[in-house]
Structure formats: structure tokens, C-alpha cells
């Protein structure tokens, strides 16, 4: 044996002791899991609802878990920027993503997203669930949702709904209610929610599908009429308001409300995404997460990884055909 093999051979045997002693090492991030700080990166500028309850949730799992949650806005092409880069991390638990619906529908908007939401993370948990309400401007002159299905049928495009962009939680609202009832309805893009509320108000556009909490303000100032809102029940804030399910209106991906969530890159262990789903259920009991998260028209939540990943994914499909039968095309 030559003096190169040699030294071959031991720079061989020294690594493999180097990575024997390594193993528990290695193995130590999930069974001490959380070592150190967790990140949750939020694909929304800050201020947003996908921020504000990633905030309210992460306050109280930090606590649970005993590391520091950092938030991370990373706001850009409608989403996409942040989720591709969370899909991109170490699935070690120490990234997770804040999400909403536009997570499964912005893969079917755009060409190159950089994520497929079912192959790229796993589920962590629900986090919370609002609901949209349908606000129409006080001179439509109709008094409940069939009634302006008919009016609209009647006068083509003359009922026009703004939306936030194509993807948004209000858009898939209205996309759902036009697909429900085949209303004679434009879909009017807008810069913003809060621009569409105003026009309505003004009188300038006919509805949007937004929060109880901005329509019921403005419904008890006379300044629009609530004509319905999704989910199953109705709601202890609007009480005389039907849902649209009361009203015969099944509206496919919205029927359980406007839901939030959180997710890890595909690969993270089991036994972390265990520890983190553990946490967000004792979150979502935690009097004081309950209390911010209603105090932003929010409802708390929470569910297993599986029944995450089947909304997920049956989502995914909805939303795919959804938006192929109102041609709208990948750009």
C-alpha cells in the first residue's frame, strides 16, 4: 500500500467517525425540536388578514412551543415570491408559511409560479376562517339575492361586482356566486377592497363580496344593503342576514367561509409537524387568540395535517376547474 492510498484511507475512516459522531447530532433537531427560533413567512405585505392572524397565532404557539415565532412578510406577484421561497427552505421546522386560499388558485393564474401547493408543503393546521358578505350599493333596487339574480338576468351587465384581482378571496367569492346562479354579472377588477367598498357606497359600482366586519358598519349607516353571506350558519353579528346556502345558492369553495392556515416544506418530519399542529390546536383555545381573532371578524381554527391536506387538495382541483370554465388562462 502506497503512501497515497494511505492517507486515502484514513481521510476515509476520519469522515466516517466525523458523521457517526454526527448522528445524534443530526437526529436532534426533531426530537429537540423547536432548538431556536421558528419563521413564518406571511406572502402579504404587513396589516393584511393572512398577517394579522398569522401574528395573533404565533403569539400564543411560541408560547406553547417556547421559541420565538418571527414573522416574515414577503409580499409579490400575488403571492407567489414568498410561497416559492418558503417551498424552498430546510424542511426542519424552522420555516413555515402563512396561507390562504390564493395558495391553491395562483398555480392555475400564473405560468411559473415556483410551487405546486399539494407536492411542495406539508399541512400544518387551519388557523382561522372568516366569511364573505355580498354588499350591494343602496340603489339596486333589490332587496335579497334572488331577486338580484333576476334584475340581473333581466338588465345583462348592468349589476357589475368588484373584485381585488383575479385570485383573491373576493374574486373566487364572486367567480363562485356567478357560477352558482349563471347571473348576468360583470367581475370588475379593482386596485383594492377597500376602493371597490367605497365605490359601492358612492354608488358607482353594484356589490363586492368582502368581511362582515367593513359591510356591517356601513349596512347600520344605511350606506349599502347585506344581501347574503357564505358558510353554514348565520352569524351572531348579522343575524337577519341569510347565508347563501339558506337563500338555494350552493357556492362551491366557499361554502365553509374564507379559510387561513399554516404549511411546511414538503420533507419536514412527522414528529414536527406533530409538535406544531399540537401547538396551533392549543392556539386556537387560547381566550386571548380568540378574543383578537373576533375582534378582526375572524373565526379561530384548527385541523389535523390530513384533513388540511384533503381541503388542500380538493380545493386545488376545484379551484382548477373553476377558473378553466370562466377562461381564465395562466400568464
Known amino acids: 500500500m502506497n503512501l497515497r492510498t494511505t492517507r486515502l484511507?484514513?481521510?476515509?475512516?476520519?469522515?466516517?467517525?466525523?458523521?457517526?459522531?454526527?448522528g445524534p447530532a443530526l437526529a436532534q433537531p426533531a426530537d429537540d425540536y423547536p432548538s431556536r427560533p421558528?419563521?413564518?413567512?406571511?406572502?402579504?405585505?404587513?396589516?393584511?388578514?393572512p398577517d394579522v392572524i398569522a401574528r395573533i397565532v404565533a403569539s400564543s404557539m411560541e408560547v406553547q412551543l417556547g421559541k420565538a415565532i418571527i414573522i416574515e412578510n414577503k409580499p409579490g406577484a400575488a403571492t407567489a415570491l414568498g410561497t416559492?421561497?418558503?417551498a424552498r427552505q430546510h424542511a426542519d421546522g424552522y420555516t413555515l408559511l402563512a396561507v390562504e386560499?390564493?395558495?391553491v388558485v395562483v398555480p392555475n393564474t400564473q405560468l411559473k409560479p415556483g410551487y405546486d401547493p399539494v407536492k411542495d408543503f406539508r399541512p400544518v393546521s387551519l388557523t382561522g376562517r372568516t366569511f364573505?358578505?355580498?354588499?350591494v350599493a343602496t340603489n339596486v333596487p333589490v332587496a335579497n339575492v334572488q331577486e338580484l339574480v333576476k334584475y340581473a338576468n333581466a338588465h345583462p351587465e348592468d349589476i357589475k361586482i368588484g373584485h381585488s384581482g383575479i385570485g383573491t378571496p373576493p374574486y373566487l367569492s364572486a367567480l363562485s356566486f356567478l357560477q352558482a346562479t349563471d347571473a348576468k354579472i360583470l367581475?370588475?377588477?379593482y386596485r383594492g377592497t377597500a376602493l371597490v367598498v367605497n365605490d359601492v357606497v358612492g354608488g358607482h359600482v353594484s356589490g363586492v363580496f368582502t368581511g362582515p366586519s367593513t359591510t356591517a358598519a356601513l349596512a347600520k349607516q344605511g350606506k349599502l344593503k347585506i344581501l347574503g353571506i357564505t358558510g353554514r350558519a348565520r352569524i351572531a353579528a348579522l343575524p337577519d342576514?341569510?347565508?347563501?346556502?339558506?337563500?338555494?345558492?350552493?357556492?362551491?369553495?366557499?361554502?365553509?367561509?374564507i379559510w387561513f392556515g399554516l404549511v411546511a416544506p414538503a420533507g419536514t418530519p412527522d414528529t414536527i409537524i406533530a409538535k406544531l399542529n399540537a401547538a396551533a390546536e392549543k392556539a386556537s383555545k387560547d381566550k386571548a387568540v380568540i378574543e383578537k381573532l373576533q375582534a378582526q371578524g375572524i373565526d379561530p381554527a384548527w385541523t389535523t395535517p390530513k384533513a388540511m391536506g384533503d381541503q388542500v387538495a380538493g380545493e386545488a382541483a376545484h379551484w382548477h376547474d373553476a377558473l378553466a370554465k370562466a377562461g381564465v388562462k395562466p400568464e
Do not use: C, R
Not at 38 to 49: A, D, K, N
Not at 132 to 135: D, I, K
Open 9 to 22: 484511507l484514513a481521510a476515509v475512516a476520519g469522515s466516517l467517525a466525523l458523521l457517526a459522531n454526527l
Open 38 to 49: 421558528i419563521t413564518v413567512v406571511v406572502p402579504y405585505p404587513p396589516g393584511g388578514p
Open 132 to 135: 364573505h358578505t355580498l354588499g
Open 101 to 103: 386560499p390564493s395558495f
Open 187 to 189: 367581475l370588475v377588477p
Open 84 to 86: 416559492a421561497y418558503a
Open 241 to 257: 342576514v341569510p347565508t347563501f346556502l339558506e337563500s338555494g345558492i350552493e357556492m362551491k369553495g366557499v361554502n365553509d367561509g
